[in-house]
C-alpha cells in the first residue's frame, strides 16, 4: 500500500507535512516548522538578515515565499546540502515529537509519497513521475528511529 500526504489537515498524516505546526530545536534556534528551518538554511551564509526575518515569520507559507525570493543570494552549496538538510529537520521534528514519531513507525514499510502535484523534486507532481524526495526523507527517518 502507498501513503500519500499533503496538507496538514490530512488525518493522520498531514503531520508528515513540512507545514504542520510541530516546532523543534535545531542549531541553537526554535523553529515553528520545518519548512521555516529548511527555507532559512538558504541564506544562513550569505543574507543573516533574510535568515532571521524567514525565522520569526508567521506561517509556514510565508516561509516558504520568501524562501523561494532569488531577490536574496542562495548559498554557494545549496543545490549539494539541501537533501541533507531536509533530512536533519525532519528527523529532528520526528524525535522531537513522540506522537508524530509514533504515526511515522505505525506506517511500517509502506511507500510514503507527498501528493504534491507542483512539487517534481520533493513531491511526486501532478502526473506521479516527480522524485518524491520528500517521501523518501520519511522513509529513512521512519528505518532511523
Known sequence: MTIYFYSTRETPYGCFSNFSRHGFELDGL????SEHYFQAQKFVETDRAWFDKIHGIATPREAATMGRNREHPLRKD???VKDEIMYRAVLTKFKSHSDLRE???NTGDELLVENAPNDYYWGCGKDGSGKNKLGITLMAVRKEL
Open 30 to 33: 526554535w523553529w515553528t516548522t
Open 78 to 80: 545549496w543545490e549539494q
Open 103 to 105: 504515526i511515522l513507525l
